[in-house]
């Protein structure tokens, strides 16, 4: 069985419309290079049969980005700098103390909500 998945060998079902098995036998493709991209499949005459009014032009707009998004170079810049170790926690034992504070201020945190929370359950009786 997964090797037929591997090579890419369905029989396709006899009630599927030639249109369909088309856009399926595209997209259906071992090499993903071959394989059609979204605007092509969203391009495809099966894809555009009896769509809702709007639709393909909703899907244009999706196409082309919008102003604001983030190239490459920054999206790698900000992995770096996410992955690299704070120099406050470069030390061990300065590690330890942040956790320590980290884990206090949560205890802190679930306090003060188990606190609201039974001033919560006696207004409610």
Same mark, same amino acid.
């Given at each position: 069985m997964i090797q037929r998945i591997l090579q890419v060998k *369905?029989?396709? /079902?006899?009630h599927v419309s030639p249109e369909c098995a088309d856009l399926l036998r595209r997209i259906l493709v071992a090499d993903p290079n071959k394989r059609l991209t979204i605007p092509q499949i969203q391009d495809? /005459?099966? *894809?555009?049969?009896d769509l /809702?009014? !709007?639709v393909k032009e909703m899907n244009n707009d999706l196409r082309t980005p919008?102003? !604001?998004?983030?190239?490459?170079?920054?999206?790698? &810049?900000i992995l770096q700098e996410a992955q690299k170790t704070p120099t406050?926690? &470069?030390? !061990? &034992?300065?590690q330890d103390a942040y956790i320590d504070d980290a884990l206090q201020d949560e205890a802190v945190y679930e306090s003060s909500f188990d606190d609201q929370w &039974?001033?919560?359950?006696?207004t409610q009786s």
């Open positions: *369905y029989d396709m /079902p006899k495809h /005459p099966w *894809y555009l049969k /809702p009014p !709007g919008t102003s !604001g998004l983030q190239s490459l170079e920054e999206i790698m &810049a406050a926690l &470069a030390n !061990g &034992a300065e &039974a001033e919560h359950v006696v």
